[in-house]
């Protein structure tokens, strides 16, 4: 696989996503580390002369940090060579007084509190604050973020009567009249994305975490139903948070928290496979998601300048066939999972 660098990305009608491989900015919202603003710039300086076009970003990320940042950057490029993504859901506001702010996996978050509110005027109003932190006039693509039960808990059914009647609908309006291209969801949850298909008119949904080569259950509901109705499929969260890198003896980080034995032992596994055919297993994290028709996309997420040409490097290392075969014949892969 190669980026391309010549063709500009457009978003067409019944077919939003266009770039291969995307930038996540959640780490320009100091996700795991301070990053300077120096370092930031940086890292979005090299990523567009490697030839990445399409950014994703989020008021969540380093509470409007991210997107204060991704901004500048794209500012000075010219707006047909770019794909741009952010999510609704949470607005931003001053806290209160002495008010403490959980500031979660982000280091040094802007100085502001993220309001959850999945409703027609929340997501109006947190649309209208992204564009001024990013300074542009228009958003290819917004995500409805984060609404699934990892997230919403015991208030899932809730926020779901929410956003049906207010989010997507103000979305599929604001599509309708221009304003923004394409619609969608960003989840960590494949029932979750299946039911998504079934119940709105989306274009595009980012799955995190659902669909690697460490599990595949989006393969029984999600998947399926998404390339019936011409859904895109943007795959984040390759790595597992991680596990899929280098694999640890204990602990270790996977989807966001420590990782299981089970878990562990699976990787390792894998790891082992790719030894065999001298592949570096996140190279086989990377490319393996693009075996499914639906997926057209894998975000990447970049917060460091010596990851970006190693991470290029795994999207472009060529894969032998019979390395997912093995992982089939092992029982790592189904033996009907679609592979590169």
């Not at 595009?204 to 595949?216: D, V």
């Amino acid at each position: 696989m190669t980026l391309s660098h010549t063709t500009p990305p457009a978003v067409l009608s019944g077919h939003p996503m266009t770039a291969p491989i995307g930038f996540g900015a959640s780490g320009l919202g100091t996700l795991t580390w301070n990053i300077p603003d120096d370092v930031a710039q940086t890292i979005l300086e090299d990523a567009w002369g490697a030839g990445f076009r399409y950014f994703d970003t989020s008021p969540l990320y380093g509470h409007g940090l991210s997107e204060h940042r991704l901004g500048r950057f794209l500012r000075g490029r010219p707006r047909e060579d770019f794909l741009l993504s952010t999510k609704v859901g949470r607005y931003l506001v001053a806290p209160k007084k002495g008010e403490v702010v959980d500031t979660g996996q982000w280091v040094a978050p802007l100085p502001l509190k993220p309001v959850l509110d999945y409703s027609y005027d929340g997501t109006m109003r947190a649309l209208e604050q992204s564009l001024n932190r990013l300074g542009v006039a228009s958003i290819d693509i917004v995500y409805v973020h984060d609404l699934d039960r990892r997230n919403l808990g015991a208030d899932f059914d809730r926020h779901w009567a929410t956003a049906l009647g207010g989010a997507f609908r103000a979305l599929d309006e604001l599509r309708r009249s221009g304003d923004i291209q394409a619609y969608g969801a960003g989840i960590n949850e494949s029932d979750v994305a299946a039911d998504l298909v079934r119940a709105t008119d989306l274009d595009i949904l980012m799955l995190a975490g659902r669909y690697t080569l460490l599990e595949q259950g989006a393969l029984a509901d999600f998947l399926p139903l998404a390339e019936a109705r011409g859904v895109d499929v943007v795959v984040a969260g390759v790595f597992n948070s991680g596990i899929l890198v280098k694999p640890p003896t204990q602990g270790g980080n996977y989807d966001y928290g420590e990782a299981p034995p089970e878990i562990i032992e699976r990787a390792r596994r894998i790891a082992a496979v790719c030894a065999e055919f001298d592949v570096a297993m996140p190279a086989a994290a990377v490319q393996f998601p693009y075996g499914h028709p639906a997926v057209k996309t894998v975000v990447i997420g970049l917060s460091r300048p010596k990851y970006l040409r190693q991470n290029l490097d795994w999207f472009e290392a060529d894969i032998p066939p019979a390395l997912w075969a093995r992982l089939k014949e092992t029982g790592l892969l189904a033996a009907d999972t679609p592979t590169p």
